[in-house]
C-alpha cells in the first residue's frame, strides 16, 4: 500500500528542525513530502540541505491548512495520504497499525492515531486526543478532551473503534476518498476542515476510525495560538457553514438558530472576561456567515444522515451538570 506522510509547512523551520528526524528514522513505508505554503524563512533550503531524500511540492501563496492541503495533494500520486502537522513526533511502529485496518477494512475511509501531548505525554491532547465528537449543534469534542478539560491516559482509550472525525493534526485518508469529496473546503482556510470533511464522508457512507496501536504526540498551537482572534473567527465561522452544509435538512433552521444563539452567549461572555477582540471575532464570523449563507446552501448534497450526534448539548453537560470526562457523558439520567 502507497502511502504518502505530507508536512504542510509555513515558516516552520524550527519545526521541521525538531521533528523531521523521528519522522524519517520511523517512516520507512512511506515517501515523506513537505508541502510549503510560500514559507519566507529557510524552511525549504533547510530541508535540501538537511534531509534530501524529503520532497517538496511548494504552493504559490500561503493557502491555510485546507487548500494548502489541497493544491499540493494534487502532485501526491499514493493510495494513502497521511497528513500530519509539523509539530508533531511520531513513535515508532507509527504507520503499521493504519495501513493493517486500511488493509483489512475497505469501508474505513479516513484513520486518527492516539494524540498525546508533547508537553505532558502522559495525557490526552486538546487537537483529536483519542478521536472526535459532535453534539447537535455542531461543537466538537473528544474522548479525552471535552472542551479545555484535558484527561490523563491511563489506557481507558486503548482500542479501535468508529468516530466522528479525525483530528487534521494526524489524518489518515484514502486519497481516492478525498479525491471523491473534493478535499478540504478551501473557504475555511483553517479550522475545523477536517471535521467538515469526514462529515462529508461520513454522509456518502465511510466510516471515520480511531486506532489506538498508532501513537504521536503534539504541541498544538505551535501554528496559530489558542488565544488569537482570528482563531475564535475561523472557529465561529466555520462551525456554522460546516453545519448549513451537512445538517439533515429538516434539522437544519432549527438547529442553526440554536448554534447562533449559543454563540452569542458566548460572545457576551467574551466580553465579560475582558476579551473584546474575541466578541469582535464572533460578531465578524456571523456577518461572513450571513454572506456565504446561500453559497454554502447550494453546495448541500442530497443525502445527510440524521444519526451525526451521541449527545444533545455537549455545552449543557460540561457548563452545566460538570462532566469533564467523556465517558461520564453517558452515564447521566
Known amino acids: 500500500m502507497k502511502i504518502a506522510v505530507v508536512i504542510l509547512n509555513w515558516n516552520g523551520i524550527l519545526l521541521l528542525e525538531k521533528f523531521l528526524p523521528s519522522l524519517l528514522k520511523y517512516s520507512a513505508e512511506a515517501t515523506i513530502y513537505v508541502a510549503d505554503n510560500a514559507s519566507t524563512d529557510d524552511s525549504i533550503s533547510f530541508v535540501k540541505a538537511f534531509f534530501p531524500a524529503v520532497q517538496i511540492v511548494k504552493n504559490d501563496s500561503n493557502l491555510g491548512f485546507a487548500d494548502g492541503y489541497n ?7 499514493a493510495e494513502i495520504y497521511a497528513l500530519v502537522n509539523s509539530d508533531i513526533e511520531v513513535t515508532e511502529n507509527w504507520l503499521q497499525p493504519i495501513i493493517k485496518t486500511f488493509e483489512s477494512e475497505p469501508n474505513t475511509a479516513i484513520i486518527q492515531p492516539k494524540i498525546l501531548d508533547f508537553k505532558r505525554k502522559d495525557y490526552f491532547e486538546y487537537a483529536g486526543a483519542a478521536g472526535g465528537f459532535i453534539d447537535q449543534y455542531g461543537y466538537p469534542y473528544c474522548r479525552g478532551r471535552i472542551f479545555d478539560a484535558l484527561e490523563k491516559d491511563i489506557g481507558q482509550y486503548d482500542d479501535h473503534c468508529e468516530i466522528f472525525w479525525a483530528s487534521g493534526a494526524c489524518f489518515f485518508i484514502r486519497s481516492q476518498v478525498y479525491k471523491d469529496l473534493n478535499g478540504f473546503d478551501g ?3 483553517a479550522h475545523q476542515e477536517e471535521i467538515d470533511l469526514c462529515w462529508r464522508a461520513f454522509n456518502q457512507g465511510n466510516k471515520i476510525k ?5 501513537v504521536v504526540y503534539h504541541i498544538g498551537g505551535a501554528t496559530l495560538q489558542q488565544g488569537n482572534p482570528k482563531k475564535t473567527f475561523l472557529n465561529f465561522r466555520n462551525s456554522l457553514l460546516m453545519l448549513t452544509k451537512n445538517l439533515p435538512k429538516e434539522q437544519l433552521y432549527k438547529i442553526l438558530l440554536g448554534r447562533m444563539l449559543l454563540d452569542g452567549i458566548a460572545g457576551i461572555q467574551f466580553l465579560a472576561q475582558g476579551k473584546p477582540k474575541h466578541f469582535l471575532a464572533v460578531l465578524k464570523a456571523h456577518w461572513s456567515f450571513y454572506g456565504l449563507f446561500m453559497a454554502y446552501y447550494k453546495r448541500r448534497n442530497k443525502f445527510q444522515q440524521t444519526e ?6 455537549i455545552v449543557y453537560l ?3 451538570r460538570k462532566i469533564i470526562v467523556f465517558n461520564d457523558l453517558f452515564r447521566i439520567k
Open 71 to 77: 493544491q499540493a495533494l494534487k502532485y501526491i500520486d
Open 187 to 189: 473557504e475555511f482556510f
Open 210 to 214: 480511531y486506532n489506538s496501536e498508532s
Open 308 to 313: 451525526y450526534y451521541n449527545v444533545k448539548s
Open 318 to 320: 460540561y457548563f452545566i
